[in-house]
């Protein structure tokens, strides 16, 4: 029988550097696997359907909710994001991990389904640091970095829940700490 794949969990506040490390890790480790969330948010420039987010109008994904196709799923900053159930399981049976890059929310409902999930909560080193970060991305209208500024604090309380909280200061340092965990627990193999 085929050894299964692992779930990985990836969360922290918005702005923390989740989507550059999980990118780097994805590119350095091709058998690793990306779960691409449903959003009702609009795309952002270079953003592409069905590689970023599947974006879908509230209608859809409410559908979706009520078909009991997410494996978990919440409603952030006026919008509703999600993780399709199918896509996860069939990586996992087919003996690949797959990274879930989700808030603290869908974290915990996944914590609470799966205990079994590799969890890891990404800080930033200070508060400031993570405010140039949301600024310099140059994605949010002001209102929205406030508004996810204001989340941060909140969202910082529960990095005691997962597994393993890696701060992103130096991005290659954490980087490399996130490989150290993954073969750790057996996500990556060992280096021989
Ligand atoms: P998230 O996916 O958590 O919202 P991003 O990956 O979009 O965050 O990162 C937010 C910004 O911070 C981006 O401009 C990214 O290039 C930058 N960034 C990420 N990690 C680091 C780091 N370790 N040092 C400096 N800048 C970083
Ligand atoms: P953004 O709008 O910046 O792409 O994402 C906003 C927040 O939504 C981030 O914290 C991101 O991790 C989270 N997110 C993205 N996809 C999902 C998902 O499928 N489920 C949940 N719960 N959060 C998600």
Redesign the pocket.
Known sequence: MCKKGKLVVLS????????????ILLDKHPELRYSVSATTRAPRDGEEDGVNYYFMSRECFLGMVKDDGFLEWAELFGNCYGTPAFAVDSFIEDGKSVIL?IDTQGALQVMQKRPECVSLF?LPPSIE?LEQ??R??A?EKEEDIVLRLQRASAELELAAHYRYQVV????QR?VTEIENIFRQEDILPAIV
């Open positions: 922290g506040p918005s702005g923390v550097g989740k989507g550059t490390i999980c990118q890059e990404i640091v970060r949301i310099g991305r994605t992103n200061d130096d991005l954490s």
